[in-house]
């Protein structure tokens, strides 16, 4: 079954650098676009950033653009998202999740929680 | 900047019918935003119920289903059930590879 297991969240420092990775298992990775979404404590859900299956193409909200970037490797199954000069209001749970039919998301992992605080 | 507003919540009375809209602050939402609906409760991820305006994903009932309704989308839940409350996000595809989350309903059945 379609899996997708995110990974490398914590608790950083304002300021500082983190990367997070999304292990997808259960279907062909190379052949699925990807998103990352987040969700900040008891706040609704954000569109972060969104990568075509080849890799060739990559979006970025407004709010992470400059300070975020999605890539991903199709030989490792995962997706990755570099996040740089962190804010505090970037603190949240990050989803990834697979590009579905008719610009949808069909499936999410269950998330990964990112603290930002000094 | 694109906001795209749902309402904050409803309440709706077992077996009862609730319509949750998803529009936008500037225009009309169509099918050309390939809205898409999301269930979600309390320390979940999302669940996807509803695509390309209304078309069900896998296992969701037919009791909810979606639509446009004038200049939103909208999500219908009939026949409401003790595990439908949830919150519940719309997703429109603004074009140029972006992508927008609805601010999200908060459905209570009592």
């Known amino acids: 079954q379609v899996q997708l297991v995110e990974s490398g969240g914590g608790v950083v420092q304002p300021g500082r650098s983190l990367r997070l990775s999304c292990a997808a298992s259960g279907f062909t990775f190379s052949s699925y676009g990807i998103h990352w979404v987040r969700q900040a404590p008891g706040k609704g859900l954000e569109w972060v950033a969104v990568i075509w299956y080849d890799g060739s193409k990559k979006y970025h909200a407004d709010s992470v653009k400059g300070r975020f970037t999605i890539s991903r490797d199709n030989s490792k199954n995962t997706l990755y998202l570099q996040m740089n000069s962190l804010r505090a209001d970037d603190t949240a749970v990050y989803y990834c999740?697979?590009?579905?039919?008719?610009?949808?998301?069909?499936?999410w992992g269950r998330g990964t929680l990112v603290t930002v605080s000094s | 900047q694109t906001v795209v507003t749902q309402e904050p919540s409803f309440s709706v009375s077992p077996g009862g019918t609730v319509t949750l809209t998803c529009g936008l602050n500037?225009?009309?939402?169509?099918?050309?935003?390939?809205p898409s609906w999301y269930q979600q409760t309390p320390g979940q991820a999302p669940r996807t119920l509803i695509y390309n305006t209304n078309t069900r994903s896998s296992g969701v009932p037919d009791r909810i289903s979606g639509s446009i309704l004038g200049n939103k989308a909208a999500l219908t839940i009939t026949g409401a059930q003790a595990d439908d409350e949830s919150d519940y996000y719309c997703l429109l595809y603004m074009g140029s590879g972006i992508y927008v989350f609805g601010t999200g309903t908060k459905v209570t059945v009592l």
């Open positions: 999740a697979r590009w579905g039919l008719q610009s949808s998301i069909d499936y």
């Open positions: 500037s225009g009309s939402v169509s099918t050309s935003y390939y």
